[in-house]
T-cell receptor, first 113, second 113 residues
Framework: KQEVTQIPAALSVPEGENLVLNCSFT??????LQWFRQDPGKGLTSLLLIQSSQREQTSGRLNASLDKSSGRSTLYIAASQPGDSATYLC????????????FGKGTSLLVTP | DAGVTQSPTHLIKTRGQQVTLRCSPK?????VSWYQQALGQGPQFIFQ???????QRGNFPDRFSGHQFPNYSSELNVNALLLGDSALYLC????????????FGPGTRLTVT
């Protein structure tokens, strides 16, 4: 059974800092990995999708990397802003067990002005 | 381009009642998945529908059932509601069942009293 862990559970940083969120998974037989953002009480917004054959994806100030062999992904946020405050969720889709996304519990990020 | 829509936004039900939640996928998508997110947790996969059939089911009891219509929209039905069913219910759509980017709706907040 795929287990997804996100560290840290919560993070508070001053505006302008670069930061890294971590995601680890126990089964390396993944189809892809997706990072989401969730504002309080809202749905999920897809940030980046990394296919198993890829090493990283970039979108604006966001960069996600994937090391399938070690079961790790990182989300790098450059020059953080108060508007980045949200919960960030990592989810993996296994290649050998169907169509479900397996989520971590998320990292709650607060960027202070 | 319309994204994933869900209705209603909020719902309050009494223990033992039945509830129906609705989802319209993103334009062009034919696959719909449902997730349950308890407070402070990552979303948990309930089931996925493709070509009007349940393609895969997560670890949820038979009280949870669904349907997909020819226009790809979907319903989630929960019978005999329990207090523990209180959660945010999220619908996700994708272009194909496996491997494609998942797009989530805003969710339906269900409160069972």
């Amino acid at each position: 059974k795929q287990e997804v862990t996100q560290i840290p559970a919560a993070l508070s940083v001053p505006e302008g800092e670069n930061l890294v969120l971590n995601c680890s998974f126990t089964d390396s037989a993944i189809y892809n990995l997706q990072w989401f953002r969730q504002d309080p009480g809202k749905g999920l917004t897809s940030l980046l999708l990394i296919q198993s054959s890829q090493r990283e994806q970039t979108s604006g100030r966001l960069n996600a990397s994937l090391d399938k062999s070690s079961g790790r992904s990182t989300l790098y946020i450059a020059a953080s802003q108060p508007g980045d405050s949200a919960t960030y969720l990592c989810a993996v889709m296994n290649s050998n067990s169907g169509y479900a996304l397996n989520f971590g519990k998320g990292t709650s990020l607060l960027v202070t002005p | 381009d319309a994204g994933v829509t869900q209705s209603p936004t909020h719902l309050i039900k009494t223990r033992g009642q039945q509830v129906t939640l609705r989802c319209s996928p993103k334009s062009g998508h034919d696959t719909v998945s449902w997730y349950q997110q308890a407070l402070g947790q990552g979303p948990q996969f309930i089931f996925q529908y493709y070509e009007e059939e349940e393609r895969q089911r997560g670890n949820f009891p038979d009280r949870f059932s669904g349907h997909q219509f020819p226009n790809y929209s979907s319903e989630l039905n929960v019978n005999a509601l329990l207090l523990g069913d209180s959660a945010l219910y999220l619908c996700a759509s994708s272009l194909v069942p496996q491997g494609a980017e998942q797009y989530f709706g805003p969710g339906t907040r269900l409160t069972v009293t």
